[in-house]
């Protein structure tokens, strides 16, 4: 089994920055790509920012120049650094992981969300 914990959300006023941290535990042979994805209320969950294994940062056109996705491997972890930061942007949101729990087999997992609120 894997858990994966996300922390660094709350409140906070336009313009201001939140970094938003998920890490990974358990049974994990390999981290794949990680993913942060939002889900705003009465609006479908969307992909924020997402950083593969190898390869190129993808971002979401709303936050690209304003948010950054990086990830730490010694630590299991991946990071959203979230700059200018707009109304609009409020959303639970979710980290999600590709992990390999050996050679052959991968899953996909979801943390349990942590609230940004964007509001003067």
């Known amino acids: 089994q894997v858990q994966l914990v996300e922390s660094g959300g709350g409140l906070v006023q336009p313009g201001g920055s939140l970094r938003l941290s998920c890490a990974a535990s358990?049974?994990?042979?390999?981290?794949?790509?990680m993913s942060w994805y939002r889900q705003a209320p009465g609006k479908q969950r969307e992909l924020v920012a997402a950083?593969?294994?190898?390869?190129?940062?993808n971002y979401a056109d709303s936050v690209k120049g304003r948010f950054t996705i990086s990830r730490d491997n010694a630590k299991n972890t991946i990071y959203l650094q979230m700059d200018t930061l707009k109304p609009e942007d409020t959303a639970v949101y979710y980290c999600?992981?590709?992990?390999?729990?050996?050679?052959?087999?991968?899953?996909?997992?979801w943390g349990q969300g942590t609230q940004v609120t964007v509001s003067s």
């Open positions: 950083i593969p294994g190898g390869g190129r940062i």
């Open positions: 999600n992981a590709d992990v390999s729990t050996s050679s052959y087999r991968s899953y996909a997992y």
């Open positions: 358990g049974s994990i042979y390999k981290l794949n790509a």
